[in-house]
């Protein structure tokens, strides 16, 4: 999964090229999928296909869910572009970059580099800590899918806006992320036309790895 710093930086950068009603419910959308408290599978709605190890996000189930609410309200939008940022991820890395997620030690190593990535990412983009805020969810038909520490993280993202460890990165560098960023955003506007404009949106099917 991306790290919540890349989320930020490609909402930010969305919300100068495109149009929506409400740019704290978006940040905070497009956030909250790691602030799951029915884990991260459940929170990322990721399920396998196929019958063997091939898994994907589930984005047409999502749509499937909320897509009603995800033209009237930001918040299930920026949820849905989390989702869509994530499965680009996959492929970036693994496809992309040949890495193996099942090796010992890549995803601490990948977090680690979160870590020291993200003094860059905040800086280049513009990032502030009170981008986000917090969203009463009672009554919020995104609770179907469990329920969500907000608290919890908007305390972790105060710490990646703390000083980064001094040292390089290992497997995902600077140059790296603003590649991800980059084509993410192109990803997300593309996705929003489709979504806007009754066009043809993403398939989970077509964002599978492994098996």
Known sequence: MASTIIHMAITSKLLKTTEFRDADRL???????????????????KIHVGGGDARTLDLDGFRDRFGDLMLTDDLYL??????????????????????????PGYVERLHRDYAVTNAHVIERYGLREDMVKPVDLTGQRLLELGGFDIPGLIRALHGYFRPAPETDALIFTEQMADELICEAVTLCEAELTALRRGGTPLSALDWVWGG
């Open 27 to 45: 940040m905070l959308g497009s956030i909250l999928p790691d602030a799951s408290l029915a884990g991260r599978n459940t929170g990322h709605m």
């Open 78 to 103: 920026g949820y849905y572009l989390h989702l869509v940022e994530d499965v680009l991820h996959r492929r970036f890395m693994y496809s992309g970059h040949g890495f193996d997620p099942r090796a």
